[in-house]
């Protein structure tokens, strides 16, 4: 970004906007109660999924809650009761395991701590962790969100030193309840200076510290284990060794929604003699374990790869056999029931991949009796086992590897491969692939000339083109299986094979999973309770209640529609970090995509529970006391069947709380990131339709989902220096700026983009907006009065009309950069035509009934300014209680005439232009053209004959075809055979082109055969304008039909003709004698016919400075061959001068070159020089 060159503009809108928020506050403007009375409900319910509390609030929050805060803006004036409540999130691993890690650093490294220099700690784990933050899937980018915003740092005392914090303060973070204390109120103060329109009084932390939330949860959670919705068992879930628990979304430095992978591992059993280095193993049963995606596959293997240069390990199995792979992959394995004591791997011996290569092995379903073990290169480390099948009848890289063995016998030496190992194995045909035979792979290699295993992208391209039609198109060939699709035979194959005791189901993270106390995840067999979201009756409830979601776009409803059919089990416990007790199994904490999916219907009793503290220890505004709240308060207040509880808390005080949640309820929207659709939103359906089965008015309405915002086209990270917080931008923008771009960034489920430029942009159209609202004010008295009925008065009235009716659309829709276009950007575009175009004078009413209408539409994006310009224009009351503007009838056929109008003026233009470039010929032969004087345009009622025969063609066949136009070469084939259109042909069709571009943008009136309005009156309406725009004397509009056969032939309707001209005249000075006025001698020509008015208009072209008429004086000399040789004297410029009246004609004798006026019979003699005085 550029240097600003000054604040000045930032600094008084940001003044304004202090000065309104007070106000708010004062007014309680925000501030939302359950209307009492009926049942009809004119209200509006939105939420923001609550942000974590673990820093400042950044640009990405600010981006998705802006369109909740925009969308209430807009409700209000639409006359709805509006409820915007924020609650603050604690729950979960992330602020425990960072007091946690300070906790750790403090006792390490001392306080304040001296951490070791980076030399040292190259050498140290540390920079490990540091490196395996990196995701690998290329779709969520290179770090975390986790990553990116911790800027880098690598100790959590540096992360909080970067927060701006002192040593001092930093020590307390060391204590998870001070975290509580600290940014909650931060992100309150944050969200208030960007004037946000929420009911404060209703805002909470989440955790047991806020007695009143956890008493909420608690008994969410009972209602749901009675429902049978919570079931315990052995589950396979992402599990953090380090932290001792299931590792959930929340929880994750990198790796979010990452789930488990099923494999089956595949058991190879070394046959004896085994090799030297595990010799001391003779008569135990020692496997090489696989793990594969493909067990249907496994009939075609020929060997199984070991990478040479690799670490593997044996270890001991639950059941006294070896197992040998990766120390990683045993990690896992020890966490799902392989080893006898659960985590523990117990490692026999450790081993590289030669000390195994060679070794004879039995394998299961192959049709080869013994197999080998070989050497391949690429096997990698970070899945799988590091011991992989090979099957180079189906996989591109097996039979590359494969042949390079068999081609290389300096490769075979190398690694001490005997001949028998590698030369009499064939690939086996397993599977018939249409296109490709039943032998895929080597048929792709060989048609994308792989030669050797290092062709990696060919392989790459060779798996893809075999791997997904052999899955979906492949038919089996081998016995048993014979005919049967490949896909149907996957699991039955799989199942047959470990009920043999031939293979194991096994598990591992799908990518790298790093927990945020920088632990490598596994997959672990784990006892917990869990939320069963696979359960088929409650599957099917959420997918009903999606039905009637409005979601905005298809993109978002496929996206739910997609994590709905593969959600499974959730695990809804873990016993680190802070948050609510399970009610019947205390040891557990409910986890936090558990604690947070009805936490809406909290909202609208809070205010009464918690006494508008965020930790719920004040006193309750009702006298109630979090002890009182018993499942059975809670029930009659969220459940409308429910009976009064016997409770010591007032009848009065409960139906209050009930008449609040039934206000209120349901969600009306709630908007997010597009991320949380396969996560919290999901869950966030699926527990509401469990709450309230028989209740679907309580069930969500809509849920907006917005994509990422960038800021200035890059992602935000803190390493990079690509940030901002909330209250960085609203310090540097102003809110009104920054809210002003958050609008501009994007509506759709793409990443948005924040541009600094842009709000930079805005900030000055703002200010420059109000600037000209109080220049308006102050000058309303020069402004024209009387009727409002010109051209332009109407045009503009009915471009309000229409900008108000769309703006209208916009924002229902949540589509806010488009609400901001047609609000904003157009409608000030429209004030700015009719302010150039009004050469009347722009009129008074017209200009404050524009000024109320753009306060108005831009309201819910710009608040604070708006209220400013309201109370400007002496509204009395607050804006925000203002209502939407009615729009008046708007005149379509009006509008586009004025556009049609603004299009000639451009043509106009572009032909000035044309006539005044130099001729193309000779060189040193082009000079310019002299400046035309006069303009004859031509406008046609009708097209010419060639054109109204092409256009009626058109016209029929749009008509018979459905407002569909045929290809080219039947219209013109059909064109073609009029004899009328022979000597047309070559112009036909570039018509037809157009009018086929033009139908496109305009619709149907393009086939028209006339104009719906009257060209000719609209120019002549607009003549002055016209001619001053183009510097012109004069403009003649003339009909067609008047002119030659060229004309005739160029001209037709919504498309004038125009023909410019210079007429001669003679050169006079037109002089000023007053002093210090800034107005200059200037020479103009004088031209047959000539009046007073059109020399003073002449001049003005030429002194931009007089802008009226009427103010200007023209002279003549007396004696016009002495006078303009006499000094002028001071205070008596008019001395030996005769004024020029209104009925004198200029006249002009072109060989002599002398000018002379008429008037009353009298012909005067001027000489060169004219003398004008401006009053």
Known sequence: MTERKGTAKVDFIKKIEKEVQQKWDEEKVFEADAASGGESKNKYFVTFPYPYMNGRLHLGHTFSLSKCEFAVGYQRLKGKHCLFPFGLHCTGMPIKACADKLKRELELYGCPPQFPDEEEEEETPVKKEAEEIVIKDKAKGKKSKAAAKSGGAKFQWDIMRSLGLSDEEIVQFAEAEYWLGYFPPLAVQDMKSM???????????????????????????????ERKKIKFGKRYTIYSPKDGQPCMDHDRQTGEGVGPQEYTLIKMKMV?????????????????????????????????????????????????????????????????????????????????????????????????????????????????????????????????????????????????????????????????????????????????????????????????????????????????????????????????????????????????????????????????????????????????????????????????????????EHACSRTYGLGTRLPWDEQWLIESLSDSTIYMAYYTVAHLLQGGVLNGQAPSPLGIKPEQMTKEVWNYIFFKNSPMPTSTIPKQSLQKLRQEFEYWYPVDVRVSGKDLVPNHLSYYLYNHVAMWPEDSGKWPVAVRANGHLLLNSEKMSKSTGNFLTLSEAVNKFSADGMRLALADAGDTVEDANFVEAMADAGILRLYTWVEWVKEMIANQDSLRSGPANTFNDRVFASEMNAGI????????????????????????????????????????????????????????????????????????????????????????????????????????????????????????????????????????????????????????????????????????????????LKKYMKRLMPFVAMIKENLEKNGARVLDLELEFDERAVLLENIVYLTNSLELDQIDVIFASEADDKVKEECCPGKPYSVFRSEPGVSVFLVNPQPANGYFSSKIDVRQGDTKDSIIRRLMKVERAIKDLQRVKLMRYEDPVLGPRRVPVLGKEEQGKKAISEKSIFHIDLNAKKVHIADNGLKVDIGDTLVYLVQ
């Open 195 to 225: 004037g946000v329109k929420v009911d404060w009084r209703r805002s909470f932390i989440t955790t047991d510290v806020n007695p009143f939330y956890d008493s909420f949860v608690r008994w969410q959670f009972e209602s749901l284990k």
């Open 805 to 980: 009716i769309k703006t209208d659309q916009h924002y229902e829709k949540m589509m806010f950069k488009e609400a901001l276009k047609a609000g904003f950007f157009e409608f000030q575009a429209a004030k700015d035509k009719y302010r150039e175009l009004a050469i009347e004078g722009m009129h008074k009413d017209l200009v404050f009934q524009f000024i109320e209408n753009q306060t108005l539409l831009l309201a819910p994006i710009c608040p604070h300014l708006c209220e400013y310009t309201w109370s400007l224009l002496g509204k009395t009351g607050s804006l925000m209680k203002a209502s939407w503007p009615v729009s008046g009838p708007v005149d379509e056929i009006l509008i586009r005439s004025s556009q049609y109008l603004m299009e000639t003026a451009h043509d106009l233009r572009l032909r000035l232009k044309g006539y005044m470039a130099p001729a193309k010929g000779k060189k040193g032969d082009n000079k310019p053209q002299q400046k035309p004087s006069h303009c004859t345009t031509y406008v046609a009622k009708n097209y010419p004959p060639w054109q109204h025969t092409t256009l009626t063609l058109l016209r029929k066949h749009y008509k018979a075809n459905n407002g569909q136009l045929p290809e080219n070469k039947v219209i013109a084939s059909e064109l073609g055979a009029l004899p009328e």
């Open 272 to 568: 004896e003699p085994f090799p030297s280095k595990l010799s001391g193993l003779k008569g135990r049963a020692i496997f090489l374990v696989a793990a594969t995606l493909r067990p249907e596959t496994m009939f075609g293997q020929t060997n199984c790869w070991v990478r040479p240069d690799m670490k593997y390990i044996a270890f001991e199995t639950a059941n006294g056999d070896i197992f040998i792979s990766t120390r990683r992959s045993a990690r896992n394995m020890s966490y799902q029931g392989f080893t006898k004591e659960n985590g523990v791997v117990p490692s026999v011996m450790e081993l590289f991949g030669e000390d195994i290569l060679g070794c004879a092995l039995s394998a299961p379903l192959t049709s080869y009796k013994i197999i080998y073990a070989l050497p391949m290169l690429t096997i990698k480390e970070d899945k799988g086992t590091g011991v992989v099948t090979s099957v180079p009848s189906d996989a591109p890289d097996d039979i590359a590897a494969l042949r390079d063995l068999k081609k290389k016998q300096a490769l075979r030496e190398k690694y001490g491969i005997k001949d028998e190992m590698v030369l009499p194995f064939e690939p086996v045909p397993i599977i018939e692939i249409p296109g490709y035979g039943n032998l895929s792979a080597p048929q792709v290699c060989d048609e994308l000339k792989i030669q050797s295993q290092n062709d990696r992208e060919k392989l790459a391209e060779a798996k893809e083109m075999v791997y997904l039609k052999g899955f979906y198109e492949g038919i089996m060939l081998v016995d048993g299986y014979k005919g049967q699709k490949v896909q149907d035979v996957k699991k039955p194959i799989q199942k047959k094979m470990v009920d043999n005791g031939e293979a194991l189901i096994y598990m591992e993270p799908e990518k790298q999973v790093m927990s945020r106390s920088a632990d490598e995840c596994v997959v672990a067999l784990c006892d917990q309770w869990y939320l069963d979201y696979g359960d088929k009756n409650w599957k099917e409830a959420a997918s009903n209640s999606l039905k009637s979601l409005e979601t905005f776009c298809d993109e978002t409803r496929k996206n739910f529609e997609a994590t709905l059919a593969w959600l499974q």
